[in-house]
C-alpha cells in the first residue's frame, strides 16, 4: 500500500504565473483534499474532489482550481499568483465518508 | 476562517513528563480529530473523537471532548524526544462536513 505522494517538493514562482501541483492518494482511496498552510498557522481546507467533481470548497478565489483524475490523482492550479500564496500545500486523502485523512509531505511553494 | 483554537501555543517539557494541550471550538460538530505535523511536512492522523463519545484513547493518547464547552484536550503521557511536533485540532462541521484546522500547539520534549 502506497501512501499519498506530492510533487514538486519545492517551486519557486513569480508573481503573476501559474502554477500546478499534483497529488497521488493512498491506494484504495477516492477522495481527495487539498490545504494550503501558511507559515505559523493550521492548514485551511481549499476544495475536496470526490470521483472526478468537486465536493466542498473553501474561502479561496476562483483563480485556485483543480482537477480529479480517474485512477484518483489530483491537481491543483494556481493562476496570477500573489506572494500571498507562498506556502505549504497539502494534499490529503481519504475514503468517502470516513473523516481519518492521510496527508502527503506537502509542496513549499515560494511566490516571489 | 479557523475554528478551533489550540492553547497553549507553544509547550516545553521534560522527557517523561505529561503534556497536555487544549482545543476550542465553536460550532455544533460532527466529530473532532488531533494530527501531529513534524517540521513543517505532513500531518500524520493520531485519533477521532465523535460528538457523542467523552473519552478516548490510543497508546500513549488520550482524548477528551466536552461539547457543552465546545472543547477537547489532548494528553500524551510519558513523552519522548520524538513527540517534538506541531498538535493540530481538526473539526468536522455537523452542516457541511468541512474540516476546520486550528493554528496548532508546538510541543518541544526537553532531553
Known amino acids: ?112 | 476562517s479557523q475554528q478551533g483554537e489550540e492553547d497553549p501555543q507553544a509547550l516545553s517539557i521534560q522527557e517523561g513528563e505529561n503534556a497536555t494541550m487544549n482545543c476550542s471550538y465553536k460550532t455544533s460538530i460532527n466529530n473532532l480529530q488531533w494530527y501531529r505535523q513534524n517540521s513543517g511536512r505532513g500531518l500524520v492522523h493520531l485519533i477521532l473523537i465523535r460528538s457523542n463519545e467523552r473519552e478516548k484513547h490510543s497508546g500513549r493518547l488520550r482524548v477528551t471532548l466536552d461539547t457543552s464547552k465546545k472543547s477537547s484536550s489532548l494528553l500524551i503521557t510519558a513523552s519522548r524526544a520524538a513527540d517534538t511536533a506541531s498538535y493540530f485540532c481538526a473539526t468536522v462541521d455537523n452542516r457541511d462536513d468541512k474540516i476546520i484546522f486550528g493554528k496548532g500547539t508546538r510541543l518541544h520534549i526537553l532531553p
Open chain 1, 1 to 112: 500500500e502506497t501512501g499519498v505522494t506530492q510533487s514538486p517538493t519545492h517551486l519557486i514562482k513569480t508573481r503573476g504565473q501559474q502554477v500546478t501541483l499534483r497529488c497521488s492518494s493512498q491506494s484504495g482511496h477516492n477522495t481527495v483534499s487539498w490545504y494550503q498552510q501558511a507559515l505559523g498557522q493550521g492548514p485551511q481546507f481549499i476544495f475536496q474532489y470526490y470521483r472526478e467533481e468537486e465536493n466542498g470548497r473553501g474561502n479561496f478565489p476562483p483563480r485556485f482550481s483543480g482537477l480529479q483524475f480517474p485512477n484518483y490523482s489530483s491537481e491543483l492550479n494556481v493562476n496570477a499568483l500573489e506572494l500571498d500564496d507562498s506556502a505549504l500545500y497539502l494534499c490529503a486523502s481519504s475514503l468517502a465518508r470516513s473523516y481519518e485523512q492521510y496527508f502527503g509531505p506537502g509542496t513549499r511553494l515560494t511566490v516571489t
